[in-house]
């Protein structure tokens, strides 16, 4: 008789501990960059559940040269953070942006709107996460997968090409509001780049891709 195993999952559809594999995979299957492990006793599982998963899990992927080597983090990310992500339906589209609570995959935020881009929502929602975690003064790293959109925070504007107008007048009326919110506070949270190649989707993915 096969002896019993729990199963952490740190990143998937749902995260946590179970004690059958058949769980596990529904909650894994799916999610792009899933990380989980089996784990003989319950008490292991749950000291792990409690530490990052990169921690527990060693990267498979060999690198020879020092950038390698220090592209990829031994710590992963920071497990105590905010990740947010942005989703379009086209370019322009119908957009979306939240914030998940990377430690227990809890969602903190969501917005929607009618039309937008990309990159709009990238910004707006890292703006947006900075606001919320000075609202509960958490002093804890927001995580974004867009370049761009962190490189727009720093300057303090939306550097977008798409035109205001009747139908962008929700979204536009939230830009500025995330501008005159960046240049009216101070805040002390890092925004970093969520490494995707090493630790897989930013666990505020859609998951439409």
Same mark, same amino acid.
């Given at each position: 008789?096969?002896?019993?195993?729990?199963?952490?999952?740190?990143?998937?559809?749902?995260?946590?501990?179970?004690?059958?594999?058949?769980?596990?995979?529904?909650?894994?299957?799916?999610?792009?960059?899933?990380?989980?492990?089996?784990?003989? /006793?319950?008490?292991?599982?749950?000291?792990?559940?409690?530490?990052?998963?990169?921690?527990?899990?060693?990267?498979?992927k060999k690198?020879?040269?020092?950038?390698?080597?220090?592209?990829?983090?031994?710590?992963?990310?920071?497990w105590e953070?905010?990740?947010?992500?942005?989703?379009?339906?086209? @370019?322009?589209?119908?957009?979306?942006?939240?914030?998940?609570?990377?430690? /227990?995959?809890?969602?903190?935020?969501?917005?929607?709107?009618?039309?937008? /881009?990309?990159?709009?929502?990238?910004?707006?929602?890292?703006?947006?996460?900075?606001?919320?975690?000075?609202?509960?003064?958490?002093?804890?790293?927001?995580?974004?997968?867009?370049?761009?959109?962190?490189?727009?925070?720093?300057?303090?504007?939306?550097?977008?090409?798409?035109?205001?107008?009747?139908?962008?007048?929700?979204?536009?009326?939230?830009?500025?509001?995330a501008e @005159?919110?960046?240049?009216?506070?101070?805040?002390?949270?890092?925004?970093?780049?969520?490494? /995707?190649? @090493?630790?897989?989707?930013?666990?505020?993915?859609?998951?439409?891709?």
């Amino acid at each position: 008789m096969a002896s019993k195993k729990y199963y952490v999952i740190w990143l998937g559809h749902k995260t946590g501990i179970v004690d059958n594999w058949e769980e596990c995979k529904k909650r894994i299957n799916g999610y792009k960059g899933a990380k989980y492990k089996s784990f003989k /006793t319950l008490e292991e599982a749950q000291k792990a559940y409690e530490s990052p998963w990169s921690e527990n899990i060693s990267s498979n992927k060999k690198n020879t040269s020092q950038k390698s080597r220090k592209k990829i983090s031994v710590n992963g990310p920071v497990w105590e953070s905010l990740a947010v992500d942005a989703a379009c339906s086209g @370019n322009p589209g119908p957009m979306e942006y939240r914030g998940v609570h990377v430690k /227990t995959n809890k969602e903190w935020f969501h917005a929607k709107f009618p039309l937008g /881009t990309n990159n709009i929502g990238e910004f707006l929602a890292i703006v947006h996460g900075l606001a919320e975690l000075k609202r509960k003064n958490l002093n804890i790293p927001v995580y974004s997968d867009s370049s761009i959109a962190i490189g727009w925070v720093k300057k303090k504007k939306c550097i977008t090409q798409l035109k205001d107008s009747p139908k962008t007048e929700k979204l536009f009326k939230m830009i500025r509001r995330a501008e @005159n919110w960046l240049q009216n506070n101070k805040w002390s949270q890092p925004v970093l780049k969520w490494d /995707t190649e @090493n630790w897989g989707e930013i666990p505020a993915d859609f998951g439409r891709k």
